[in-house]
Every structure is written in C-alpha cells, then in structure tokens.
C-alpha cells in the first residue's frame, strides 16, 4: 500500500528545541505523524503521513468506553557518523500484532508498519537529537473507532505514530533508584491482559504508583496477584537479580511484559558466559540472598533506561539496602554494551540494530 506523504507548510515548522539537556520525555511532538484506517470493507486503508493535526472522534467511538487501545514504544538513534538506526523493531511490531489479537482488534500489516516507521523516522530526521543518550522516541497507537456502544469488538481502527525527541534518561549519571512492593495491588493477573501493551494496564497501576512516590519511591515492585509472593516486574519495566554468579529474571508467565530489552539482556549475558535463569523468585527469597551477602546487584530493563540499578527495596514496613547501594558491574557492562550497540558504537553481533540512513 502506498503511503501518501504531506509535509507541513513550512511556515508552519514548530521551532527544534536547542537545548538537549531539557528534552525530558514525552512532552516534545514532531511536525508529522503517520496514520491508517481499518475497516472490514477496505481493510487498511488511507496511509498517509501528514502534520499532526488533532483526532476527531464521535463521543461513542468505542475506545473512549471499553478499552481497546494499544500502543508500543520504541526509539530511533543517531549515530556519531549521522547515521540513524532503529533497535529490533520487528520484535516491537511482533508484539503488537500479539497485543491486538489479545484484545480482539485487527492486527496491524507488519510490512505496512515496519514502511511507516522508517518513512517517519526518516522525514523527522532532523528532529533526532545528537546527544549522548538521547533518541527520538517512537509512541505506535492503535484505538478502536466504530461509533457503538454494547460490549463487542470494534469494526473499525484508527493506527498512528507519533515520535518526539527525548533525553538521556541519566542526565547526571547512573544512580540506582529505590522501589516499593505492593503487596495491597496487583498490576496483572494470569489469564489476563499483562503481556501485552494494552492502556487499561497502565492506568490500573496508578494508584500504587502513587501510594509508592507518597513514601518517597520511584517505582512499584510488583508481586504476582495470586500468592502476592514472587516477583514479577518493577513499574513498567521488566527486572533481573544478580544472585552468586546467575542473573535471574522472572518467566514469561503471561502476566508480565516481554520486554524487548530484557530478551537483549538475556542473550548478551548469556553470550558472555553469564548464567542466566528465567524462574521464579519469591520476594523472601531475594531478602534473604541480600541479608546472606549472595544477592549482588538487581536492575530494571526497558528501552526508556535500558538497565536502571536499584538500590534500596521497601517491604512490609522495612527498607532494605541492596548490595552496598551502589550500581553493580554487570549492570554497568549491560548498559555501555546495548547503549554502544543501539548508537552503532560498537559491532552488533546479534543483527539487532537496523540502519535506516
Ligand atoms: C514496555 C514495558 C516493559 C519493557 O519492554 P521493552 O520492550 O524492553 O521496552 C516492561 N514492562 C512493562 C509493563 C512495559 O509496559
């Protein structure tokens, strides 16, 4: 399908920001975004790339009722030589064909996509920023439109992609973060909608977001939501212990996100000689690994941080210290490798960065 570009009136170009030590993230748009219909007569149809412009919905469009919306994030990097690549996008537009057919909408055409991404990318190239750390972050979204209500799947989707610059997600360094279990709420049970990007995930976890930052926490640890026992990730991030000398991260059980970035971790540890054990872990037994001296290092995975230490653990009314606070090696080494990886600093053994210019 050909996708129909239509670039902004220059006049109307919104102004690059000049500092990118204040990017933040998620608050800078760029001038296009790409968008497509579905419908069970046309299928998807109308592809265009076009300034971005406000969506006009009825106010009986399904997604504003029942739920169905899905999204992915993912980034664009560029590289010292000005090269831009992208990092395993095909494993993010795998996971949201899964995500869709999960939530019963129409999975989206993975050529199409993988063909928007870069035609976006590539028209907002000047929009990358050049900073160490920096990227363009790329938000694919997909909402339900068919104007009914009565609980059903939609007949119609809206699928666009919207991209903005952010910052580096350590402007002063790498500093562990300290984290708070819930053991009153659970982000996700088996048998639902946890694996997958779906909204309604994101704005059940709020409120024990919220109740953790009130206790001076950056991020939810959560526990599985049937024993409120074993690990399962820490705020939207997947998470790994450095137990003696094996690196464990919880299952793909169906309840947690498989993330992009802990599937990296996982082989490039294990290319090292790492021994890396995907099983369950109670939140006792992490407490007792720390208090006998064997637990060494826990981090956090995902593509905003890449790897972002903890320090500190909060469980039933006691802060426990993690090692001696400090960021470990292994979580040292994991981020300079996949960062050189991404930013096409170094050889990409596993063929997961994909240049696009
Ligand atoms: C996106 C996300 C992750 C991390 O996935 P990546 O593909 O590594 O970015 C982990 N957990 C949750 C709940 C997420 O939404």
Known sequence: ????????????????????????????????????????????HNASI??????????????L????????????????????????????????????ERLCMMPMDGDLFME????????????????????????PTMIATEVALGVHSSSRYLFFIIVGPVGAYYPEGFGPTKIYVSEEYTRSAPGGVGDCKAAGNYAASLYASREASKMGYTQVLWLDAKERKYIEEVGTSNIFFVVGDDLITPPLSGSILPGVTRDSVIRLAGSWGVNVLEKQLSIDEVLSANENGTLREVFASGTAAIVSPVGQIYYRG?????????????????????????????????????KIS
Not at 16 to 35: C, N, R, V
Not at 71 to 93: C, H, Q, T, V
């Open 318 to 354: 006691k802060e426990y210290m993690i090692g001696n606070g400090r960021t470990g090696s292994l979580t040292e080494r994991l981020y300079s490798e996949i960062l050189q990886i991404q930013y096409g600093e170094k050889e990409d053994p596993f063929g997961w960065r994909v």
């Open 50 to 63: 076009e300034p971005v412009r406000p969506l006009s919905l009825d106010p009986a469009s399904m997604c």
């Open 116 to 139: 928007a991404l870069k035609k976006l990318v590539l028209l907002e190239k000047d929009w990358i920023p050049r900073g160490a750390g920096t990227s363009l972050y790329i938000r």
């Open 65 to 100: 009722h029942y739920g169905q919306e899905i999204f992915e994030g993912m980034k664009a990097y560029r590289g010292g030589d000005d090269s831009i690549y992208l990092f395993r996008p095909e494993e993010n537009i795998k996971r949201m064909r899964r995500s869709a």
């Open 1 to 44: 399908m050909e996708i129909k570009t239509t670039q902004v009136d220059p006049q109307y170009m919104k102004a690059k920001p000049q500092d990118e030590s204040q990017l933040g993230f998620g608050h800078i748009f760029t001038d296009h975004f790409f968008i497509v219909e579905y419908d069970a007569e046309e299928g998807w």
